[in-house]
């Protein structure tokens, strides 16, 4: 996705929601467009709030990936605890207003996955063996 994808899915999704959703429960801070991108690229994938937390890494200690970063993105001052609430939160309000909603297209995938798909990998093998 380039960055005209992203804000243009951002701005899709926020058009669904209403706007007491762009929000945290208590009205003081505004979700960021990292924030809004992937819980709802999460949502859209997952079937259920564990799965979303289980693809995003938004657990205790999860993978450091992209969407968790964004999960995080903006999150300033408020406690980790509230922070989690106020996430799923914003899934559960992508999930419920989320209809027709259609899931970018984030990349091309190889063609053929097979015995030899792992020699399409960026990174090389045998750094550091031996």
């Not at 859209?44 to 964004?70: C, H, M, P, W």
């Not at 408020?78 to 609430?85: A, D, G, M």
Request: overall charge positive; proline content about 3%; some cysteine.
């Amino acid at each position: 996705m380039c960055i005209a994808e992203k804000v243009a899915f951002v701005a899709e999704v926020s058009g669904k929601l209403p706007p007491d959703a762009l929000k945290t429960s208590d009205g003081q801070h505004t979700y960021s467009e990292e924030n809004i991108l992937c819980v709802a690229l999460g949502a859209l994938v997952a079937d259920n709030k564990d799965e979303f937390e289980a693809i995003t890494g938004f657990y205790g200690g999860g993978y450091q990936s992209a969407l968790r970063k964004g999960l995080y993105h903006g999150k300033g001052d408020i406690l980790n605890s509230q922070w989690r609430k106020e996430i799923r939160r914003l899934y559960h309000k992508i999930k419920q207003n989320s209809a027709g909603l259609k899931l970018p297209q984030l990349r091309e995938f190889h063609p053929v996955v097979g015995s030899g798909a792992w020699k399409e990998s960026k990174f090389d093998i045998g750094v550091g063996v031996g």
